[in-house]
């Protein structure tokens, strides 16, 4: 579960080309991390897979099947957002189990999935408390957990950790990448910091203009960036 193949995957707004045809495939259980500045597309990548956006052409296929036309919440994957994301009324309790609410899945198995993901992220003990009696990273992992309960093929997560302060962020990146070692779930992790993508991924993906410039391990890309933009933002003289 969770092999995603992009196969001429382009994206028009409007007049404007933003991601020309791109092959891409993700494997099972990788950890990816698309990179590149401000602007290149990352997000919008992100979202075609997603299924927030639609393709101007090409195709989708999620454990393969074609995924093009299917709904988001019918892909089988789960978005993290920023923790901002979470609702401020509710309960840490609540707001992981909202996905399942909303899905209509019975109480137990709703309790099931929570406490489940409470375990693996350490929040068992907040269950019950609201968003702004939790520490940024407390909340960050709630949103995480959101996701977790949906048991999606793969995780898609969108700068996750941006508004964090440097230190939280440090910690953060760690938690994510154990979690992953338990998981063994794909994740797609969109950021523009270098220092993300080379701590964190199996495999990069370095995107210019909406262009893949390069598709490797950080050590692949490290020792042999294919042009000046890889080894200039990957910070290897060549
Ligand atoms: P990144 O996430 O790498 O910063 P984005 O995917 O957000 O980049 O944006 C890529 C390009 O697509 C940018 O030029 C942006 O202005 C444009 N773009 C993104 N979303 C839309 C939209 N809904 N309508 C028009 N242009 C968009
Ligand atoms: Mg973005």
Redesign the pocket.
Known sequence: MGRITLDKVSKS??E?N?IPPLDLTIEEGEFVVFV?P????????LRLIAGLEDVSSGQIRIDGNDATSVSPAKRGLAMVFQSYALYPHMSVRKNIAFPLRMAGLDQAEQDRRVKAAADVLNLTDYLERRPGQLSGGQRQRVAIGRAIVREPAAFLFDEPLSNLDAALRVGMRLEISELHNRLTTTMIY?T?DQVEAMTMADKIVV?QA?VIEQVGSPLELYRTPRNVFVAGFIGSPK
């Open positions: 707004f409007g404007v933003v590149g401000s602007g290149c597309g990352k997000s919008t990548l969109v523009h995107l909406g």
